[in-house]
């Protein structure tokens, strides 16, 4: 899908995601998918970095429902930030949660800074995994966790004709890499405690639902705001994308590793 105005995610597919997703969430699942992404580590009191904070939704949720200390959202685009922050007002935690505009590549912090980094569906876009796992690996203190939701492709080949085509409608700059790969990236920086859970099953069935939603009522709603020539854009990429849910090459994935504590 084109974008407006030169940014992947421009007004018009922010307020469509937010349709489906709700306020401030640009990824499926909302707040009960972050619940789920981050089940089994203590969030309470932690200094976290959100890499790819979007619209801001989720670091309300970890703040209000899994008591994160502060959280550092990242971006690297305006529209989403701007949106964050509007997002993070509303909620009365400018005392909880920062945003930050950065350009792609190393982190601009020290080294051991954060507690947890934390990322939802946003690291798909970040293609060299094996340096992303070096940056998180370098300001996590040690004993932290990598806590991840990311869109992964089931294998290391070349993507099915099926998925290409998926992939060009998304027009998104999808970087995607297999679970295998991740492992190896974690692996080679040293993580350790690495868990790779697949949500493909979970996504088959809420991608029909949101699917549904777009060609009902709240697609006719969101048309009032985004123009119906956008839903049905995005209708044709929900059409594209089930079939590679259903093999199983698109593969939305848990992802979750610790650095060593370097006293053990």
């Not at 089930?242 to 060593?260: N, Q, S, W, Y």
Request: with cysteine; net charge negative.
């Amino acid at each position: 899908m084109e974008a407006d105005g030169g940014e992947l995610y421009h007004p018009r597919l922010v307020t469509m995601l937010e349709t489906l997703w709700g306020e401030g969430f640009l990824s499926p699942g909302g707040p009960d998918e972050v619940g789920r992404t981050v089940a089994g580590v203590d969030f309470a009191g932690r200094n976290v970095l959100d890499i790819g904070c979007g619209a801001g939704g989720i670091d309300v949720a970890l703040v209000r429902a899994h008591g994160a200390g502060y959280v550092t959202g990242l971006d690297v685009e305006d529209t989403v930030l701007t949106r964050a922050r509007e997002v993070i007002v509303a909620a009365g935690l400018v005392d909880r949660i920062g945003c930050v505009k950065v350009a792609p590549g190393p982190l601009p912090f020290p080294p051991a800074t954060f507690d947890i980094v934390f990322s939802k569906d946003s690291i798909v876009h970040i293609p060299d995994k094996h340096a992303l796992m070096r940056e998180v690996g370098r300001v996590l203190r040690p004993g932290g966790w990598f806590v991840a939701s990311d869109w992964l492709i089931g294998h290391d080949g070349s993507p099915s004709a099926e998925m290409a085509a998926y992939i060009a409608a998304e027009g998104l700059d999808f970087g995607m890499a297999s679970p295998a790969r991740y492992r190896t990236a974690m692996e080679a920086n040293g993580f350790t405690d690495i868990a790779i859970t697949s949500r493909n099953a979970w996504y088959r069935e809420t991608a029909r639902a949101e699917l549904a939603r777009l060609k009902g009522p709240e697609g006719a709603e969101a048309a009032g705001a985004v123009g119906q020539d956008f839903v049905d854009a995005n209708i044709a990429i929900w059409e594209r994308m089930i079939p590679v849910l259903d093999t199983g090459e698109h593969c939305p994935t848990h992802l979750r590793a610790r650095k060593p504590d370097a006293s053990l």
